[in-house]
C-alpha cells in the first residue's frame, strides 16, 4: 500500500516565526489533504490539494505530485498553531495518513 | 446543527462485551469512514462506506462491523471488545468531489 512519511516528527517554534512540513508518498496519489489536530483532539482540514498551491491566511500548501511530496507552509505563527498535523494521502476518497508532525508554539 | 456528531464522547467497556459507536452527518455526504488513533499509529482506516448499503474494509477491519442503511448514519459495533480495541475512533464524511473530508469530535473508548 501507500506509505506516507512525514518530517519533522517534532518542531518547536517561538511565536512569529515561520516553519516548513514535509510529506513524502511512495505512489501516485489523485487525492492529497492535510489537517491540523488541536490540542483537544479535534481533527480540522486544512487543504484539499493533489496538486498546485493553495493559500488561506498564514498557511499554504504545495503539492508537487510528479515528485511525490507536498509541503505545508506555517508563516507568523502563533500559539493556536499548536497541535499535530497530519498528511493524508490516497487513490480515491480511502486515505492513508502519517504518522504526523507535532508542533508546539511558544509565546 | 449541521455537522457530523459522534456519540458516545467518552465510553468505557468490559473485555468481552459488544459496543457500538454512532456516527450522524447531516450534509448528505455520499461517503463516510471509521479511524482509529493510537499513539505511534496515526489514523488507520477500519471501514469506509461510499453510499447507502455499500461498504467495505479498510487497513485495520478484524473484529468491528459496520451498517449503512441510511445516508446519514454509519454505526461502528464491536462484537466481542478487546482490549486492543481501546484507542480514539474517528468518524469522518466526504462529498467525494474532492472539497476534503470533515470529521467529528471523537469517541475515546476504554476496553478494561
Known amino acids: 500500500g501507500i506509505q506516507v512519511e512525514q518530517s519533522p516528527p517534532d518542531l518547536i517554534l517561538q511565536e512569529g516565526a515561520n516553519s516548513t512540513l514535509r510529506c513524502n508518498f511512495s505512489d501516485s496519489v489523485n487525492n492529497l489533504q492535510w489537517f491540523h489536530q488541536n490540542p483537544w483532539g479535534q481533527l480540522i482540514n486544512l487543504f484539499y490539494?493533489?496538486?498546485g498551491t493553495k493559500q488561506n491566511g498564514r498557511l499554504s500548501a504545495t503539492t508537487v505530485a510528479t515528485e511525490r511530496y507536498s509541503l505545508l507552509y506555517i508563516s507568523s505563527s502563533q500559539t493556536t498553531d499548536s497541535g499535530v498535523y497530519f498528511c493524508?494521502?490516497?487513490?480515491?476518497?480511502?486515505?492513508?495518513f502519517g504518522a504526523g508532525t507535532i508542533l508546539r508554539v511558544k509565546s | 446543527d449541521a455537522g457530523i456528531t459522534q456519540s458516545p464522547r467518552y465510553k468505557i467497556t468490559e473485555t468481552g462485551r459488544q459496543v457500538t459507536l454512532m456516527c450522524h452527518q447531516t450534509?448528505?455526504?455520499?461517503?463516510m469512514f471509521w479511524y482509529r488513533q493510537d499513539l505511534g499509529h496515526g489514523l488507520r482506516l477500519i471501514y469506509y462506506s461510499a453510499a447507502a448499503d455499500i461498504t467495505d474494509k479498510g487497513e485495520v477491519p478484524d473484529g468491528y462491523v459496520v451498517s449503512r442503511s441510511k445516508t446519514e448514519n454509519f454505526p461502528l459495533t464491536l462484537e466481542s471488545a478487546t482490549r486492543s480495541q481501546t484507542s480514539v475512533y474517528f468518524c469522518?464524511?466526504?462529498?467525494?468531489?474532492?472539497?476534503?473530508?470533515?470529521f467529528g469530535s471523537g469517541t475515546r473508548l476504554t476496553v478494561v
Open positions: 490539494i493533489p496538486s
Open positions: 469522518a464524511s466526504s462529498d467525494g468531489g474532492g472539497y476534503g473530508y470533515t
Open positions: 450534509w448528505s455526504h455520499s461517503y
Open positions: 493524508a494521502v490516497g487513490d480515491g476518497n480511502k486515505l492513508v
